[in-house]
């Protein structure tokens, strides 16, 4: 079985560097004319699947827009998640879960067991009842060749007042939970399972990134005010492990695929640019 980390390094190199996040939100259901109900979730989430899953690498469902309309969405999303990679995109899928024992045991299930309909190439999850309260996500991973993607430096505000709160041996705790991660990441080729969420429009914090040996998610590109030259100064020299993720800059061309497959491409070509 491939790991993840060579499943993501195949799609990058065949695609390009580049996720898109799917948030099928009120005001953009409206902006493209559709109801916000689930006969406009479905239409919305068959004109991204047209229009992206067989062009790019990742694409980042947010599961919250979908769970909004019930049992219903659910069965949207679970849909789009097999269309999506039936197409030969990798799903990560962005439920932000984190507990411990046998709730995160059955959270891991839910999304990262093939047996389950929801399951994913990877999801995202919080590390703040302590990093090791993921392991059961990180085995299950493991054992399917899926990822972990775990937030470490984001771009809301309210973050730094956690993340950048420093502990008795000096390190933030972002610091830490990078380091824990670099270290269950060590030796894998040519990338491990184990990812960060780092956003793009944080700057230079002073953390180090070099040792993490996995992928770096980074959300806030376009609308959200970050630019793909300003990931060297985020990121340094772990440029080369960065996955830009772009939403609303990507999404705000629909309804129309010709719209969306032309936005999704020049975001590549500006990442693939920025990168190398």
Known sequence: METFGQRLTDAVG???????????????????????????????ARTVVDALADRVAVVKPQSAF?????????????????????????VLLDVKRGDIGSTMAAYASAYLDPASSLSADAITVSPYLGVGSLQPA?????????GVFVLALTSNPEGASVQHAAGSDGRTVAQRVIDEISQLNAG????????????????????????VNGPLLAPGLGAQGATPSDLRAVFGESLRNVLPSYSREVLDAGPSVSGLRAAAGRAVDDC?????
Do not use: M
């Open 14 to 44: 065949k695609r390009g560097p580049l996720c898109v996040g799917i948030d099928p939100h009120p005001a953009l259901l409206t902006r493209w004319g559709f109801g916000d109900d689930v006969a406009g979730l479905e239409r919305f």
């Open 66 to 90: 979908f769970e909004r309309f019930g049992s219903l969405g659910i069965g949207i999303l679970e849909s789009t998640i097999r269309q999506l990679r039936q197409a030969g995109a990798l």
């Open 138 to 146: 990180f085995d299950l991973a493991a054992a399917n060749g899926a």
């Open 188 to 211: 894998a080729q040519p990338l491990g399972n184990l990812g960060l969420v780092v956003g793009a429009t944080i700057g230079r914090t002073g953390h180090d990134l070099s040792q």
């Open 272 to 276: 693939r640019a920025a990168l190398e």
